[in-house]
């Protein structure tokens, strides 16, 4: 899947899920996700999927000493590694989580923006494990600069604000459909003794 294609999948994908989850739309109404792409992790059989999004860091996310608050960032780790997931696979169905671990390494106020990156390690059969990294984005970046350097090499990067990873269970399988019983009714009775 081209980058325009994983980016429209993932979008849309976010956008079936946040009127659904009354946190994440608490939280993450400000989002943007502002690139997404399949990438080969190093096997024919298995894709990786990354994504990079942005989030400006208000009132509601901070805590009482006025920095981001550790639920958020958990929050972020989980909405992320989904995302990725989204991107890797091309799923609408990203799996429900197992396993989260959060390392909070800076503080990030209100009024900064934070750059959410996240990328898939592997997808298995059962389980898919990511890594986030939440940033803060430095003041001085623009779309224009970022856009320039989205496929350069060197980036520059604001300091880490916290790091995770994430496991998922992914293993869905398709809904079975019951199979179709005919109700007997009086009906249907008298029908079945008359074609007798």
Partial sequence: MDPAATLAHVRAHWAGIQP??????????GIRIVDARREDVGSSSTSG???????????????????????????????AGGMAIAAATGRHQTGVSVDIHVSYVAAARAGDELEIE??????????????????????EATEDADAAAADSPVRTRGPVVASGSHTKYVAFAEPKKAPVEQVQTPDNEHRAATNA
Avoid: M
Wanted: zero cysteines; a positive charge; proline letters at 6%.
């Fill in 49 to 79: 999927g990354r994504i990079l999004a942005r989030l400006p860091v208000v009132p509601i996310h901070v805590n009482s000493k006025h920095i981001l608050h550790g639920a958020v960032s958990a929050a972020l780790v989980d909405w």
């Fill in 20 to 29: 659904n989850s009354p946190i994440y739309g608490l939280f993450f109404g």
């Fill in 118 to 139: 996240a990328w898939v390690q592997r997808v298995g059969r059962s389980l898919g494990y990511t890594q986030v990294e939440i940033r803060q984005r430095p003041r």
